[in-house]
């Protein structure tokens, strides 16, 4: 893979400036499945500079312009779904079915910004007296750094690259070594959509120190980061030297709250579901399932009869319904959160392994613990695996506790027939989405982020372009007289 591709400057693919590269291996095989280049500083500083000598004419394109572009991308990914599944999911081991919606769902994020790219809409203030205007316009903060994880590795950078483009930014963009292929795809589709050469840049090799170079270039306005908490406290120290713009989505530990009056099987079915998706590695994945002890025994019945079900694998398999971890490493910290709360008096339900089948591969069981208690590692750390932790409630007040004593803030889901109780069990929840009866939250209409360590700023929906412009306020006297 990718032996055509690589660093994209000047809208041309190349290697590196001193030809050195990294290997990508799949977290299925665990055999290498290509190279990409390690940027070098003489590489990094091209990119930067076709930002900023691409931004200002870009700035300047009309919106429809922009729009008309940013649409042709959107058709050109719908055309090559297929054939960009099967590279993200050569990537990830993501099941095909999951890869193919990814592709879509980034192309949904192209048609939509590039619509708001006609809709930054300014404001007009009243003055105090007749010979005054007042007015608001919002113009492109600059160009842009976009950083992002290798879980959607279409998806994450297409909600940056839409929002930056939609907006009048150049971009330089720095895919996840993982999995860089689909960031490569989103190149490809702008570049056959009539975007201008340089005002998209991609770079690709190990963060550090690359990263921390790049955000303080004085050409970089604005970072746009998906990764984890710590990663995006550097980044913030790191952007504050200069007082940069910075829009961060750092993940979550979404909480779950099953009410009395929720039908356990149906409930159960959708969360696991979605729990397993993308093999737990989402952060907005529900992850700590508080389920009312009325219903509780046909709930966890239910879920673990999901989980039983599953099969994991290739997911260029047609047969696979889950795929690999990204990393060995990370199989072994979802084993270790699976012991910690067994220690510590939880019910093994189903998984808890590596599967048997499997001799090779990141792989883990769809795991289900019951009775887990709120000491357990996993109800206070971010799993990022196929691990659901269910446990009991039995009072409002005290479960809202529970769910709200983290630090993060991504997502949140509550579960009722009970229009009364989802809208108090929504406003007490403290997150940026809540979900009520429904697990997937993300798209492209509509904003996407979180509150707290969960990071703040918008992707997506009519507040996701805002956080690529700043507003100018004009005070305007018609007459000196």
Known sequence: MYSAQGLFLGGQWCPAADGA???????????????IPVATEADQDMALAAAARSFPGWAATPAWDRAAILRRAADHLRANADGLARVM?????????????????????????????????GQTIPGRNPHER??????????????SAWNFPMLLPARKIAAALAAGCSVVARPASEAP???????????AAGLPADVLSILTGPAVPMVERLIRSPVIRKVSLT?????????????????????????????????????PVAAARKLAATKF????????????????????????????EVAQGLRPGDGLDPA??????????????????????????????????RPAHLNHGHFLEPTVLADVPDTARIMREEPFAPVAPIAAWDNFDDVIARANSTDFGLAAYVFT?????????ADALEAGMVGINETLLATAEAPFGGTRQSGFGREGGSLGILDYLTPKYTRHRLSLA
């Open 89 to 121: 999911s050569t990537e990830t081991g993501k099941p095909l079915a999951e890869a193919r919606a990814e592709v879509n769902a980034s192309a949904d994020q192209f048609e939509w910004q590039g619509e708001e790219a006609k809709r930054i809409y």
């Open 21 to 35: 590269s990294m290997p990508v291996h799949s977290p299925v095989t665990e055999v290498r499945i290509g190279t």
């Open 181 to 191: 292929g689909s960031c490569f795809a989103l190149a490809e589709a702008l570049g």
């Open 227 to 263: 990764g984890s908490v710590p990663v995006g406290r550097q980044v913030l120290r790191i952007a504050a030297d200069d007082v940069k713009k910075v829009t961060m989505e750092l993940g979550g530990l979404a909480p779950v709250i099953v009410h009395a009056d929720t039908d």
């Open 134 to 147: 007042l007015s608001v316009s919002y113009q492109p903060v600059g160009p842009c750094l976009a950083l």
């Open 320 to 353: 696979t319904t889950m795929g690999p971890m990204i990393r060995a490493r990370a199989v072994e910290i979802a084993l270790s959160l699976i012991t910690d709360a067994r220690d510590k008096g939880a019910r093994l339900l189903a998984g808890g392994n």
């Open 277 to 304: 998706r993308n093999c737990g590695q989402v952060c907005i994945s529900p992850s700590r399932f508080y389920v009312h002890r009325a219903i509780l025994p046909a709930f966890e019945t239910a879920f673990a």
């Open 417 to 425: 027939e009970s229009a009364t109780l989802a809208a108090r069990t």
